[in-house]
């Protein structure tokens, strides 16, 4: 399913339907409303595990949503209590009971907020066993894992959790943290990331039956966007630019995220790269974004620069604080900056992992 958080235009959206996409991640009730106006037919997953009941409600009754994400006791009674109909509890509920586990192989933590610890986890599971006609087990890594053991060390947590509790799993989702690929964050092929789910799943104890789910959000879509903004000054190796922290590039302001640069010119600049700092265009000091963004030397005032792999939060975090944030959307046909998912000669070690993981 697609976590509709990381980009909810409606346009990529639209575009993940046509490609096969059916099932959407929604985190809101506005992310519901959306998804359901855009695709009256698709399969909506209310996967925040910490929801209101008026949203769950509607969610249920307007919506058609069966499938709920919680971490606790109170949060399947909640569930319960909102979907009743007719005097009687809903009989078609999947419910994903959000374990906690570790985000050491990802460049953002997703481990304090929310999740059941194992220890802690038997109660709740029952608690939704009791309530749901499908029991499932998710959890998520934290975003841009970069290690294909960080499922394989969240699956040996599930595991513990389902012998603890004792209790039969119908789904187990392994959510999202998917990596892309940025400056200085190269990765493993994703078929690693997925031999190593598929072998720890097949060795579960989980039904028969049992469905095998994932939430990416920025794998799907972080090459779908690029933004391009324009030099307003120069002072030494900092550029001030007309996007920043507020607008398309909170992550590279706020946790040092690097994304490619390319200039762009009618003719191609011929000095060398040195590496450069961006101020964004509101009055505060943190609209900064350290970089390095390696740009060619004679970049001046006036000049354009494409920023890339921003389809992944870049739209979604974007404010119009101190009235910036105001540009034109074109649709573009170019090959994105970066890619994970280019067709290249697959490695000996990414075979042997995938027929292991068949076998």
Not at 2 to 29: C, E, F, H, M, Q
Request: charged share 20%; glycine share 8%.
């Amino acid at each position: 399913m697609y976590a509709v958080k990381a980009n909810p235009s409606p346009d990529l959206i639209r575009t993940l339907w046509d490609s096969g996409i059916t099932t959407y991640d929604v985190a809101s009730i506005a992310e519901v409303r959306l998804v359901r106006g855009l695709l009256p037919a698709a399969t909506l997953c209310f996967m925040h595990p910490v929801k209101p009941a008026e949203a769950i409600a509607e969610a249920y009754h307007v919506h058609g949503v069966r499938t709920f994400s919680l971490d606790s006791v109170d949060e399947v009674e909640k569930i319960v209590a909102a979907t009743v109909t007719n005097g009687r509890p809903a009989a078609d509920l999947t419910l994903c009971v959000r374990l906690r586990v570790s985000s050491a192989h990802a460049k953002l933590s997703l481990a304090a907020k929310f999740g059941v610890g194992v220890d802690e986890a038997a109660p709740v599971l029952h608690a939704a066993r009791q309530a749901a006609d499908a029991l499932g087990i998710a959890f998520h890594v934290g975003s841009q894992a970069m290690s294909p053991q960080a499922y394989g060390d969240a699956m040996a947590l599930v595991r513990a959790a389902i012998v603890k509790a004792g209790v039969t799993i119908d789904v187990v989702d392994v959510g999202g943290g998917f990596p892309s690929v940025y400056p200085g964050m190269e990765t493993a092929p994703l078929e690693r990331y997925f031999a190593v789910i598929h072998r720890a799943f097949e060795d579960l104890p989980v039904s028969y039956s049992a469905e095998l789910w994932c939430e990416p959000g920025r794998a799907l879509s972080a090459e779908y966007a690029s933004i391009l903004v324009r030099v307003e000054k120069r002072r030494d190796d900092v550029l001030f630019i007309n996007d920043g922290a507020y607008g398309a590039l909170f992550d590279a302001a706020h946790i040092d995220w690097r994304f490619p640069v390319e200039l762009v010119r009618v003719n191609a600049s011929a000095t060398k790269k040195l590496p450069f700092s961006f101020y964004g265009p509101t009055c505060d000091d943190m609209d900064f974004m350290r970089g390095p963004f390696m740009l060619p030397a004679d970049v001046q005032v006036g000049d354009y620069i494409e920023i890339g792999m921003l389809g992944a939060y870049g739209c979604a975090m974007r404010t119009t604080f101190n009235g910036f944030g105001n540009g034109d959307t074109v649709v573009a046909t170019d090959e994105p900056m970066a890619s994970t998912y280019v067709v290249t000669e697959p490695s000996r070690e990414v075979v042997t992992s995938i027929r292991e993981a068949r076998s």
